[in-house]
T-cell receptor, first 110, second 113 residues
Framework: SQQGEEDPQALSIQEGENATMNCSYK?????LQWYRQNSGRGLVHLIL?????REKHSGRLRVTLDTSKKSSSLLITASRAADTASYFC??????????FGKGTKLTVNP | EAQVTQNPRYLITVTGKKLTVTCSQNMNHEYMSWYRQDPGLGLRQIYY???????DKGDVPEGYKVSRKEKRNFPLILESPSPNQTSLYFCASGSDVGVYGYTFGSGTRLTVV
């Protein structure tokens, strides 16, 4: 399967702590994207990192990409209860198609 | 407001009764796609369309049809639904996906009994 794999599948932390989620993939990619999904709702695009980039920041989000290891990580700093959601990585190869991972379910406890 | 609109949000139907889930986007996006989401399996692509009159199969196309007669609309058709098509369905659209990513609809929860 071309699907990405997120790790861990579920993560529970306290408000104020950092949350780190990892994603691995198997093919060559042009970019890797992270999406957020609140329970049962549509996915929302968070951040995109190109294959020639190693790190990218957006607000409290930090994404890294290691193409030699075919892996990426998403760090959410100073987490809030409102960050509770599922987070998906998705990678794009040579077409417009995005292949999604299975997601990490993050719970931030107040 | 830029958005992808799916209808209906919830649908319960019986096996074999043809149904259509509509998807419309107002962003003039060339690319549109349908995904299904199932517990433990993540999002899997059903069909996609690169532009008007251009559609292609994704990873799980069996039992589904699509059409793209207009740029803004991309309906998903289940000719003879079966219980294994019970799922949460998402429509997504994009342009320059490698720059801006996808915009997703709010989802359609389908139950086939």
């Amino acid at each position: 399967s071309q699907q990405g794999e997120e790790d861990p599948q579920a993560l529970s932390i306290q408000e104020g702590e950092n949350a780190t989620m990892n994603c691995s993939y198997k093919t060559s990619i042009n970019n890797l994207q992270w999406y957020r999904q609140n329970s049962g709702r549509g996915l929302v695009h968070l951040i995109l990192i190109r294959s020639n980039e190693r790190e990218k920041h957006s607000g409290r989000l930090r994404v890294t990409l290691d193409t030699s290891k075919k892996s990426s990580s998403l760090l959410i700093t100073a987490s809030r209860a409102a960050d509770t959601a599922s987070y998906f990585c998705a990678f794009q190869g040579g077409s417009e198609k995005l292949v999604f991972g299975k997601g990490t379910k993050l719970t931030v406890n107040p | 407001e830029a958005q992808v609109t799916q209808n209906p949000r919830y649908l319960i139907t019986v096996t074999g009764k043809k149904l259509t889930v509509t998807c419309s986007q107002n962003m003039n996006h060339e690319y549109m796609s349908w995904y299904r989401q199932d517990p433990g399996l993540g999002l899997r692509q059903i069909y996609y369309s690169m532009n008007v009159e251009v559609t292609d199969k994704g990873d799980v196309p069996e039992g589904y049809k699509v059409s793209r007669k207009e740029k803004r609309n991309f309906p998903l058709i289940l000719e003879s639904p079966s219980p294994n098509q019970t799922s949460l369905y998402f429509c997504a659209s994009g342009s320059d996906v490698g720059v801006y990513g996808y915009t997703f609809g709010s989802g359609t929860r389908l139950t086939v009994v």
